[in-house]
């Protein structure tokens, strides 16, 4: 709650945030007015960003903002009228109401990208290093005899030796000497390289869904009104970003805009949304991201 106090005619604070846009929480008010007679009434008048006025009858004092004041970014200008029977009685000067910009989704989204694919491009690269070393063994096994192993090496001969033309296959040749140790540790390295590009994919993952809540789920007889949904793209720690999808109908905009939807909680699987206005008598499509951290 804000409270807005006037020194004179000039309101204290001057200027107040009231949230950022597609806020569903309503902002209250509260004004310290000077004494408003019997036969009088107060009322808060709001000039919003795209032009638009509305105008609230303040209730000892107190008014609830619209829905639509924080339906985009920008500077509502606003003032109070105190009207009696011969009209306006008193007005304060001007007072600022500020609705901040939300970045688009797009640009938390590419936030979470960079890193989890810079970790992906470099785990990939180490198991191709290590994957063509295999290959390579692999290779050498497929012309060569184990001969023996001495002091902790595998020691390979080959079947078709030849000094004079095949000097990679020398048994004095290094590739040609493999310790147990080292084939130990390239086996796990190999392992190690394919978790973290599992990984790393993993973090990668966006997955995106439509999750349409009927009329008829919202459950309780009063405010916040409770539906649960299943949701392909929810699971228990993702980041769930949620909004009303694009193909939504003007009636189905004024719905939501009334019930002030929130998704409050996720599961492997689902979502819990409250109604935090009016019950919706319409189907509600909502466009769900869900982004793993």
């Not at 007015?33 to 006025?53: E, H, K, R, T, W």
């Not at 939300?102 to 990939?124: D, F, G, K, M, R």
């Not at 005899?145 to 033309?165: G, I, Q, R, W």
Request: aromatic content about 6%; proline content about 5%; some cysteine.
């Amino acid at each position: 709650m804000i409270t807005i106090r006037f020194a004179g005619r000039k309101p204290v604070p001057l200027a107040s945030e009231i949230g950022m846009e597609t806020d569903q929480e309503a902002e209250k008010l509260r004004f310290l007015l000077p004494q408003v007679a019997d036969n009088q009434s107060a009322f808060l008048m709001l000039i919003l960003p795209d032009g638009s006025a509305d105008a609230l009858q303040l209730s000892e004092g107190m008014a609830t903002l619209p829905a639509r004041a924080t339906s985009q970014p920008g500077r509502i200008r606003a003032w109070v009228e105190i009207q009696g029977a011969g009209g306006v009685a008193w007005n304060s000067g001007l007072l600022y109401l500020d609705v901040g910009d939300v970045p688009p989704i797009s640009e938390e989204i590419e936030q979470q990208y960079p890193t989890a694919i810079q970790e992906a491009l470099a785990a990939a690269v180490q198991v191709e290093t290590y994957l063509r070393r295999v290959k390579k063994i692999a290779s050498q096994l497929g012309q060569a005899m184990l001969a023996s192993v001495v002091d902790d090496t595998l020691v390979f001969t080959a079947l078709n030796y030849d000094p004079e033309e095949e000097e990679e296959l020398d048994p004095d040749d290094e590739d040609a000497l493999i310790t147990v140790g080292q084939w130990e540790a390239m086996e796990d390295a190999v392992e190690a390289a394919q978790a973290a590009a599992d990984a790393a994919d993993a973090r990668a993952e966006t997955k995106s869904a439509i999750v349409t809540i009927a009329s008829t789920d919202w459950t309780g007889t009063e405010t916040p009104y409770t539906a649960v949904k299943s949701c392909t793209a929810a699971t228990a720690t993702n980041h769930i970003i949620a909004g009303l999808s694009g193909t939504a109908t003007s009636a189905q905009h004024s719905a939501a805009a009334e019930a002030r939807i929130l998704c409050t909680a996720q599961a492997a699987g689902s979502l819990t949304f409250k109604a935090f206005g009016a019950k919706p008598d319409v189907d509600i499509p909502v466009s769900i991201l869900g982004v793993n951290p």
